[in-house]
């Protein structure tokens, strides 16, 4: 049986952080003054801890140091402390940060390829009441910026167990047309969205229509190229629009004026 010793290793690892001797990388963090620091750190234990750091430090050419150099403008210096100190000792510290920070530093974790930690800090933000709290509280920005980066499913799945609940959150917000087509997707796919079909259809063909502002209000008007650029536009969607679902009058006055966009199997019940 092997004996594991990490709580010393990781102590030793997080002073060779400390240790300004043998470094052989340096990353600036932010912009400017005061928003900017430098790290020193060790390419060997950069790009074995991250794919981020491995591909970036194989397109930089040494100094005449034989040093590196790396700029991160989109990450904070506070972000960066906690995740060197993720890379090196394999520990954060979140006590002294609030929920924002915290929802923030998952985002940049996904963006560095640290799922691990990525992992925990969502499902940390689920499982903590204060911070669920706050995702309530924040819950349009939130959704929008999880489908987004399209890496946090756990994330995305609470959050789209609370939509189908209660659609009108996202559905009738002032950003539902600013959507992402990967959230649309996965919320009118759902068989437990409690919205009547028909409704749906509506809400789908207008995010459609918003994502090409050009088209004339009346689709009476339309040419064969405006149908086929809102066609394109819904195409990861209209295969989840349950038509059986919608009463005769239902698809006639509302499915009906956009015909040409849907395939022939899905015209079968107003063709009869």
Known sequence: MAVKFFDKLSSNYLELLEDKEDF?????????????????????????????????????????????????????????????????????????????????????????????????????????????????????????????NNKPQELQKWCNDIVVKYPDTIFDSEDFFSLQENALVSLISRDDLQMKEVTIWNHVIKWGIAQNPGLPSDPDDWSNENFLALKTNLRNCLSHIRYFQMSSDEIIDNVRPYKKILEKKSLERYNK
């Open 24 to 148: 052989n990388v340096i990353i600036k963090v932010g912009e400017s003054p005061p928003n900017a620091k430098i790290f020193q750190a060790h390419s060997t234990i950069l790009r074995y801890r991250s794919l981020y750091f491995r591909n970036e430090l194989g397109n930089i050419s040494k100094d005449k140091k034989n040093i590196k150099t790396l700029d991160l403008k989109n990450i904070s210096i506070q972000q960066f402390e906690i995740m060197i100190k993720y890379i090196y000792g394999g520990i954060i510290l979140l006590e002294n940060h609030n929920t924002s920070f915290i929802f923030e530093l998952m985002l940049v974790a996904y963006e560095f390829f640290f799922d691990e930690l990525a992992k925990h800090l969502e499902t940390h933000l689920i499982e903590t009441e204060s911070h669920s709290h706050w995702l309530r509280l924040n819950f349009t920005r939130i959704y929008q910026k999880i489908f987004q």
